[in-house]
């Protein structure tokens, strides 16, 4: 079976991508040269933010982020269950304890007042979090205003998880500058915005921060001599002054990073023209199309809809199903972290944030990608069409 499928998403590799990537394989340094430092000044000039770290990917970014917010045993982690298992397993890593936060029914982004009924009960037990993930999904921006007045009220640290936000906008400011948080981590796996086949970065305007995250991205060595206890003993000279790993970036993903991020713009704005066919195109179904908060620009790394089941003769998974056994490569996200069998053994049960489990029930996310044509976004308004008439 080759049936072609539209999938949900995809990356756009230009010939100049490719070029770029060519040249670095030509070149003297396959890793640790020059592309990473100058995809770095890429983010720092599109974001605005002071400093830049391209890592691995953005699950190495999330963790060298609460390592360096100095997250370990003892303390606690809150994110949204509506996200990918990494949001959540970084608080792990750290030997931090973690739990969520429901979301919002229209935003499907975790709750600020949720959250701070939360904080309230943590507060009388003890218990509040170090380190809030708030993620921005869909590209949808959480509300970072009252996220941010939360963290001072409450005392704790705010990560942005923008894997799906890079070319958003926040009442007008670019998602990774960080002026409500404390570190931004982008995602440039080829699903995502901006792709390096694999990599993530982290964004800070905190110098300490950013040194730090620097050291634990290659091994926690450094040969700066201004860091080193006592004198360098020449120039062969490095010392490990803490625990790091190695979580580099190579020259060819920064090359393609590079050449990607001029294109951002041009990615974003086409998701908003696909976005903006598919309200107007399926705007009679019996669904609920995405919610935009005021003052915000979505990256629209993802177009979710959710059934109205009561309106509709066919179950969630039929409807999936059928849209799938028609070409259409849906697909869901997320299941919410609570509910996977890893975290059921810490403890957490189905049932416990219960409008995550309702978004989970309901929800299906359509084909969304720069090179999607019209004909195949018709192609997937008709089958929607087809699909949700039947009995
Ligand atoms: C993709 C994704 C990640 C992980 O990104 P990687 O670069 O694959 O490690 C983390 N959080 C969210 C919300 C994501 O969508």
Not at 308 to 315: E, G, M, R, V
Request: hydrophobic share 40%; aromatic share 8%.
């Amino acid at each position: 079976m080759s049936q072609y499928v539209i999938p949900y998403g995809k990356q756009d590799i230009s010939q100049q991508d490719i070029d770029a990537v060519v040249e670095v394989l030509k070149s003297d340094f396959l890793t640790q040269g020059p592309k990473v430092p100058a995809f770095e000044a890429a983010l720092m000039a599109h974001t605005g933010a002071k400093h830049a770290l391209a890592v691995n990917s953005a699950t190495s970014a999330l963790h060298i982020a609460c390592l360096a917010l100095g997250l370990g045993p003892g303390d606690w982690l809150w994110t949204t269950p509506i996200t990918f298992v990494a949001s959540a397993n970084c608080g792990l890593y750290c030997g931090a304890q973690v739990d969520f936060v429901d979301i919002d029914e229209r935003t499907y982004n975790l709750c600020p007042e949720k959250l701070e009924q939360k904080l309230r009960d943590a507060k009388n037990a003890g218990t509040l979090p170090k380190i809030l993930v708030a993620v921005h999904l869909c590209g949808q921006p959480c509300d970072m205003k009252a996220i941010h007045r939360l963290s001072k009220e409450y005392g704790f640290r705010v990560i942005e998880d923008a894997s799906h936000a890079i070319g958003g906008k926040y009442h007008g400011v670019p998602i990774g500058r960080c002026e409500y948080s404390d570190i931004t981590v982008f995602s440039f796996h080829p699903v995502k915005i901006v792709t390096t086949a694999e990599g993530g970065a982290a964004l800070t305007n905190c110098e300490q921060l950013a040194a730090k995250m620097e050291l634990l991205r290659s091994h926690g060595i450094t040969r700066n001599e201004a860091l080193m206890k006592g004198e360098s003993h020449g120039g062969w000279y490095y010392q490990q002054i803490d625990l790091g790993y190695n979580y580099r970036m190579t020259e060819l993903q920064a090359a393609l990073g590079v050449s990607q991020m001029q294109r951002l713009e041009e990615f974003v704005e086409a998701r908003h023209v696909h976005a903006v066919r598919y309200n107007d195109l399926l705007k009679e179904l019996p669904i609920t199309l995405p919610y935009q908060l005021e003052n915000t620009y979505s990256g629209l790394h993802l177009y979710v809809i959710r059934l109205k089941l009561d309106a509709i003769s066919l179950t969630h998974k039929e409807v999936f199903d059928a849209l799938r056994g028609n070409g259409i490569g849906v697909n869901l996200h997320y299941i919410p972290v609570h509910t996977q069998p890893y975290y059921q053994e810490l403890g957490f049960n189905n049932g416990d944030f219960p409008e995550s489990e309702r978004y989970y029930s309901d929800a299906i996310s359509l084909p969304m990608f720069h090179g999607m044509t019209t004909e195949q976004q018709d192609e997937v308004v008709r089958v929607l069409h087809e699909v949700l008439k039947r009995k």
